[in-house]
Nanobody, 115 residues
Framework: QVQLVESGGGLVQPGGSLRLSCAAS????????MNWYRQAPGKQRDSVAS???????SYADSVKGRFTISRDNAKNTVYLQMNNLKPEDTAVYYC?????????WGQGTQVTVSS
């Protein structure tokens, strides 16, 4: 079992930046494949970025070059640095951990990009 708690969301103007954090507890964090997802109102939940146990990253096309995922295994935390934010990035952002067939979700944090 692992518990995930996101933080760092908020209201930001277009072009601004935010850094989301996801703190994990309850298991060996370094074993987990970590992801950030987001869900806008009325839309499905989509993958934004992922990072393997070895630090290999991948991104959705819509955020490439603007978002950076990273992990600090010593702090049991995964981050999502979001730069040059756009109104279409507005969504609830969820942290997700996967280890073989086990999947865990955080409660989500709201990101709103608006002037």
């Amino acid at each position: 079992q692992v518990q995930l708690v996101e933080s760092g969301g908020g209201l930001v103007q277009p072009g601004g930046s935010l850094r989301l954090s996801c703190a994990a507890s309850g298991s060996i964090f370094s074993r987990y494949f970590m992801n950030w997802y987001r869900q806008a109102p009325g839309k499905q939940r989509d993958s934004v970025a992922s990072i393997t146990t070895n630090g290999v990253t991948s991104y959705a096309d819509s955020v490439k070059g603007r978002f950076t995922i990273s992990r600090d295994n010593a702090k049991n935390t995964v981050y999502l640095q979001m730069n040059n934010l756009k109104p279409e990035d507005t969504a609830v952002y969820y942290c997700h951990a996967a280890y073989f067939t086990s999947h865990y979700w955080g409660q989500g944090t709201q990101v709103t990009v608006s002037s």
